[in-house]
């Protein structure tokens, strides 16, 4: 069982930045790819970002240019770099990943971009 946790999540005002910050529990041994995904009200829960083992990274059309994803095996963490943030980038972000074909979530954080 892996537990994730998110951190830095806040208010902010719109063209500000946030670094959102994901620990998991365990090794990273068998972690196949990681992620965010961001709910917003009354919408269905989109890609962020992802990052694959191999280091391949793939962005949501949204946040190409804005936001950056990045990994620290040795901590095993994940982050979340956010600028030139948005009134539309306000949602709950969750950090994911997928360790030995299982799908985990964290409990999510919220992130409010005022205009």
């Known amino acids: 069982q892996v537990q994730l946790v998110e951190s830095g999540g806040g208010l902010v005002q719109a063209g500000g930045s946030l670094r959102l910050s994901c620990a998991a529990s365990?090794?990273?041994?068998?972690?196949?790819?990681r992620g965010w995904y961001r709910q917003a009200p009354g919408k269905q829960r989109e890609l962020v970002a992802a990052?694959?083992?191999?280091?391949?990274?793939n962005y949501g059309d949204s946040v190409k240019g804005r936001f950056t994803i990045s990994r620290d095996n040795a901590k095993n963490m994940v982050y979340l770099q956010m600028n030139s943030l948005k009134p539309e980038d306000t949602a709950v972000y969750y950090c994911?990943?997928?360790?030995?074909?299982?799908?985990?979530w964290g409990q999510g954080t919220q992130v409010t971009v005022s205009s």
């Open positions: 365990g090794s990273s041994i068998g972690i196949m790819s």
């Open positions: 994911q990943l997928t360790k030995w074909g299982t799908n985990y």
């Open positions: 990052l694959t083992g191999g280091g391949s990274t």
